[in-house]
């Protein structure tokens, strides 16, 4: 004989959880809400975790080379405003050049978003540098170290930002010209270069590049190999902007587009003399 008492059965259906009263039968269900009946917290917070482990494993929108030079007053930087989506070209109005407090300019390759996450840190840097109050603000030796220590730290984590940055900048008459890939190799020279710049953009730098260039032998230079770029790297774009930083401040131009020729013998016949070849 059943106890006066009500027994309660649990059970689970799909998303929603029911207490049967098993006392009188078996068919009579009274759904109750779950968040009061839920017995799987374990569950949940395991699926919670999971989700906040998760990695970005391929770059999606990606931008290509930058290049940097020092010239007689500072730096130079130039970069075209391409966005490949894969293979795709996809946006035509990145700005991948951004100015870091009073004495920096960074350029990026790589994936946009992390660049803007990258921005995000710089600008919070730059507030808190900011709020002392001192007198005193970060250069862009500092800038550099710290996204030194940024993009090492990531790489450990094997979370990393996918992106090659150029710091340039000037502070105190000291022009300072850096890069730091996403594992945190780095470095500082007189001209630097991330991407397909690194194969054909620094050897005509070393060739023609000199200590005391003006800044428009400077920005024919940058202009020279941003056009040998255009012609060999499928992800470049005929529009491209160029940056320049002073003691006085940064200043990075409008948009335009190089003067270009495609009528070379190579490009009319490539395959010429290549048997077999596609």
């Known amino acids: 004989m059943w106890d006066k008492r009500i027994l309660?059965?649990?059970v689970k259906n799909n998303d929603q959880v029911f207490l049967c009263d098993i006392s009188h039968t078996a068919t009579q269900f009274d759904p109750l809400p779950k968040r009061l009946v839920d017995s799987t917290p374990a569950n949940n917070s395991l699926m919670i975790s999971e989700a906040s482990s998760e990695r970005t494993l391929y770059p999606y929108v990606t931008g290509t080379s930058v290049l940097g030079i020092k010239?007689?007053?500072?730096i130079l930087m130039a970069a075209d405003m391409g966005g490949s989506y894969g293979s795709t070209l996809r946006y035509k109005s990145v700005e991948r050049m951004k100015p870091v407090g009073k004495h920096s300019l960074?350029?990026?390759?790589?994936?946009i978003s992390d660049f803007q996450e990258i921005m995000r840190s710089l600008d919070n840097l730059i507030l808190?540098?900011?709020m002392w109050d001192d007198g005193n603000s970060l250069g862009p030796k500092e800038v550099h170290n710290y996204l030194t220590r940024m993009m090492y730290n990531r790489r450990n984590k094997f979370d990393p930002l996918w992106n090659s940055l150029v710091l340039g900048g000037v502070k105190n008459g000291q022009k300072y010209l850096g890069t730091v890939s996403m594992i945190g190799v780095h470095y500082e020279d007189n001209h630097v270069a991330t991407g397909f710049g690194n194969h054909l953009a620094r050897p005509i730098f070393r060739d023609e590049w000199h200590e005391n260039m003006?800044?428009?032998d400077g920005v024919k230079l940058l202009e020279k190999c941003m056009r040998v770029l255009l012609y060999r790297?499928?992800?470049a774009i005929n529009k491209l902007q160029i940056a320049k930083i002073t003691e006085e401040g940064v200043t990075v131009s409008q948009p335009y587009s190089l003067k270009t020729f495609w009528n070379f013998a190579a490009f009319q016949n490539p395959t010429l003399g290549a048997e077999g070849s596609w």
């Not at 010239?71 to 500072?74: H, L, P, S, T, V």
């Not at 960074?106 to 994936?111: C, V």
Request: no cysteine; hydrophobic share 20%.
């Open 8 to 10: 309660y059965l649990h």
């Open 71 to 74: 010239y007689k007053d500072g």
């Open 106 to 111: 960074i350029g990026a390759s790589g994936e």
């Open 128 to 130: 808190y540098d900011n």
């Open 214 to 216: 003006s800044f428009e």
């Open 233 to 235: 790297d499928r992800s």
